[in-house]
């Protein structure tokens, strides 16, 4: 059987900022070795990224080249996932009788893979829920890629009126006829390039195409602006996902490199910040918007830094019991789900936004139902309120039994007294973790009396070291939920809070599956950036490097992000606790998201907040003894080399 064909190596640039995509590798049968060949004639140019983690280490294994993982769309919808291609309504009917994802389509850029908004309704209401929000934007310049039929593209236009509407679609022929109507309005266009195509999109961002925007180029000192005069949206839901290299999805490589390129100001944002409306696979939004202190990973914490917010606008919602069940370990326990969402909810009403019927999240339905419940929800504080799936059956059979359905000593008697004792378990391990939380923040307490006066100094530092103890006596798991409630409670508590999703301007819209063709739930973000801190901006050859040396920091100490600080940042490069520690403030003053306890007491890397990996940078170039980028770029590379095959993940940085 011959291995499919790429048909398009989609690719964008990463900039000054390059990514492991930036490197070519090469072997052929005469070598027998690896030729890498560097852009800008800079050898560590190409290790910034994921190029250590991706292409060295397989090359290095396999000693072949790479090709994009493409799977069959024939072969995805056989069987029980057959059903994603029953239509729904005219657009989606219209669809499948015109072959969108027939396999016998052929061309030089037929998209077998799209799955294409086909709902009027949704878009009416997303355009309605956060139209306010785009008015800053009306008259604009609208860049368009992959619209597809052009529902989501009507919709943008209707409501910005842009002076000019440029849709980008490799697979002209088949969607021509869709986009008509929007073809025949002033100022729109339809151009047969790829957006994700680095010299397709290169064509497109030029005076040419784009007349009314000028590139800026900003001195260190200064202080990049947004740029309202132009919106980019992007429809990049796939099915099934198109894996590349060692990323997971081809959607993921992309939303990668738009990150990327915020704060080198490359790809548009080299016209100012520009500001982001993608369409990604429902499962896919995580990695940007996680929920949990332990889905935030390298890519999420650069979001973080990188705007002012990443926002769920719309998206599925999690209520199958299978799915709950899977993900029981990446959810929080309710208490935090329930302040989370009444932060949100004020901030709706201060904002004006309102959830359209039909379109609300289980989890503001559930905090609804619990504020019935609990009208005084400071009743519930240093409690935990967790989610156990085996309730519902313990509660059915205790009603059974009520009823007189079985007896003692049957098999289902016997089930329940199991449930009884694994509730009871369950409780304890529970209140164990509020005890341990509880006296961590006492201790917390103690340190901010204690002032400069040594001898309280010294008697907090014993409890914290007593509290430490304690923890590491627990068993293992017991100990881990510990530590993930106390990072949890951390990253919510802030101001503002860690995670993109805790800081939401607005809960999103519920999304059905039949809104989409291929019936593929799919999640529109809407990203806005940011001017990150000035050493994050400065990049590349003939710069202090210190942009380049946070991605490599960033890499290190997201590597494994439930251990300390210090210990991270010694592994990083030996020394480098002593030399950037003291001078990091934050990470002991709880007022800026830090903590005085140290060792497991302290805030993992994990929990750290912007500010603080902004912190770290400055301090590490400030470090008269760090090394050289080149020094700390071979001491990577040497890491790689001693990974003894380790195999790529892809999880796109590091393990929390």
Not at 67 to 91: H, R
Not at 94 to 109: F, I, Q, T, V, Y
Not at 208 to 213: D, G, N, R, T, V
Request: hydrophobic share 35%.
């Amino acid at each position: 059987m011959q291995s499919p064909k790429p048909r398009h190596m989609h690719l964008l640039p990463g900039s000054t900022r390059v990514n492991f995509l930036a490197v070519t590798a090469s072997v052929t049968s005469s070598s027998p070795g690896l030729r890498l060949q560097f852009p800008h004639d800079d050898p560590m140019f190409a290790s910034r990224g994921h190029a250590r983690t991706t292409l060295f280490s397989r090359a290095r294994r396999r000693l072949n080249p790479q090709l994009p993982t493409i799977f069959s769309a024939t072969a995805a919808t056989t069987g029980k996932n057959a059903a994603v291609l029953e239509p729904q309504n005219d657009i989606a009917r219209k669809l499948r009788k015109d072959g969108s994802w027939a396999a016998a389509r052929k061309g030089a850029n037929i998209d077998n893979y799209r799955v294409n908004v086909v709902s009027d309704k949704l878009c009416d209401d997303i355009v309605d829920y956060i139209g306010p929000t785009l008015a800053r934007h009306k008259g604009c310049d609208l860049l368009d890629v992959f619209p597809g039929v052009g529902i989501w593209s009507t919709k943008l236009n209707n409501l910005l009126q842009p002076r000019s509407h440029i849709m980008l679609e490799p697979d002209t022929d088949f969607y021509r006829p869709y986009l008509e109507p929007l073809l025949a309005r002033p100022g729109t266009r339809l151009l047969p390039q790829s957006g994700i195509i680095w010299e397709q999109l290169t064509t497109v961002l030029n005076p040419a195409e784009l007349p009314h925007q000028v590139e800026r180029k900003y001195a260190a000192h200064e202080t990049p602006q947004r740029n309202d005069t132009l919106l980019v949206t992007m429809n990049l839901s796939m099915f099934p996902k198109r894996k590349f290299r060692a990323f997971d999805s081809l959607s993921q490589l992309v939303v990668f490199q738009l990150l990327s390129s915020i704060r080198p100001g490359s790809l548009f944002q080299k016209y100012g910040l520009v500001r982001m409306l993608l369409w990604l696979p429902e499962h896919e939004k995580g990695v940007l918007v996680p929920r949990t202190i332990q889905g935030r990973k390298k890519i999420a914490i650069e979001s973080e830094i990188s705007t002012d917010w990443v926002s769920e606008v719309a998206g599925g919602d999690p209520i199958d019991p299978e799915m709950v069940r899977s993900a029981y370990w990446f959810r929080r326990d309710q208490v935090l789900e329930h302040e989370s969402t009444q932060a949100v909810l004020k901030r709706m009403r201060k904002g004006r936004f309102a959830l359209p019927p039909g379109r609300e999240p289980k989890h503001v339905l559930d905090y609804l139902e619990y504020l019935k419940a609990n009208p005084d929800p400071s009743a519930t504080d240093g409690k935990r309120i967790v989610e156990r799936p085996f309730i519902a059956e313990m509660e059915k059979l205790e009603a059974d039994f009520a009823a007189g359905l079985f007896e003692k000593g049957s098999e289902q008697y016997k089930r329940l007294k199991t449930l009884h004792y694994l509730r009871d378990y369950k409780e304890r391990r529970s209140n164990t973790v509020v005890e341990m939380i509880q006296k961590r923040d006492a201790i917390t307490r103690v340190y901010a009396r204690a002032g400069k006066n040594p001898e309280r100094l010294a008697r907090a530092a014993a409890l914290g070291q007593a509290w430490i103890d304690e923890v590491n006596g627990f068993e293992k798991t017991l100990r881990s939920s510990i530590l993930l409630q106390r990072d949890n409670i951390h990253a919510l508590r802030q101001d503002p809070p860690v995670l993109n999703w805790d800081r939401r301007p607005y809960e999103p819209l519920v999304v059905r599956s039949d809104e989409f063709y291929p019936r593929v739930p799919t999640a529109l973000l809407d990203i806005q950036p940011k001017a990150v801190a000035p050493v994050l901006r400065d990049m590349g050859p003939g710069s202090g490097r210190g942009g380049d040396m946070f991605d490599l920091i960033l890499r290190g100490l997201t590597h494994r992000g439930t251990e300390p600080v210090p210990k991270l940042l010694n592994h990083i490069y030996p020394g480098a606790d002593e030399g950037v520690t003291p001078n990091c403030p934050s990470l002991a003053n709880p007022a800026l998201g830090g903590s005085p306890l140290e060792g497991i007491g302290g805030v993992p890397t994990r929990a750290l907040n912007q500010r603080q990996f902004v912190e770290i940078t400055e301090a590490w170039m400030k470090w008269p003894f760090k090394p050289s980028y080149a020094e700390l770029v071979s001491k990577s590379l040497d890491e790689v080399a001693d990974a003894d095959g380790e195999e790529v993940t892809g999880n796109l940085g590091g393990d929390f």
